[in-house]
């Protein structure tokens, strides 16, 4: 269990890096025509750029699947996962997490995923957008 990241690690010497650049081919010619056709449903605010294979984004939760065995808390780097002993269920502050995917590995009923959400701004650190229940 210990070494399970040993060869993800490995991996990752030799591949090349998920660098996500946003190219200046996608930056639109008038930002306010742009915020304009987005409010009309003319055209959305996504990344120009598919993710990799293999990119681990903001992590999913299916609350039902989960028996609250916290493996993922004990294998948690980050102390990013907390649990909630009255409801017997997890809680994942996405602001701490590091995205190793070591809970999604972990879990016995896979009720943790990793999405190609990777756009998690926000101005509070304990926003509801970056707190997974």
């Known amino acids: 269990m210990r070494f399970a990241m040993i060869p993800e690690l490995l991996m990752q010497m030799f591949k ?7 190219p200046a081919k996608y930056i639109p010619s008038s930002t306010t025509k742009f915020l304009e056709d987005v409010e009309k449903g003319k ?3 996504i990344p120009p750029v598919e993710t990799p294979h293999g990119f681990r984004g903001k992590i999913v939760y299916d609350k039902e699947k989960c028996i609250g065995c916290r493996l993922c808390i004990k294998v948690c780097p980050s102390n990013a996962i907390e649990y909630k002993p009255d409801e017997k269920k997890i809680k994942i502050y996405v602001a701490r997490c590091t995205f190793c ?5 972990v879990c ?12 998690l701004a ?5 926003s509801q957008t970056l707190i997974v229940e």
């Open 16 to 22: 090349k890096p998920f660098t996500n650049r946003f």
């Open 43 to 45: 055209t959305k605010i």
């Open 101 to 105: 995917s070591q809970c999604n590995d």
């Open 108 to 119: 016995p009923v896979k009720c943790l995923n990793m999405s190609n959400e990777f756009l």
């Open 122 to 126: 926000d101005a509070e650190k304990y």
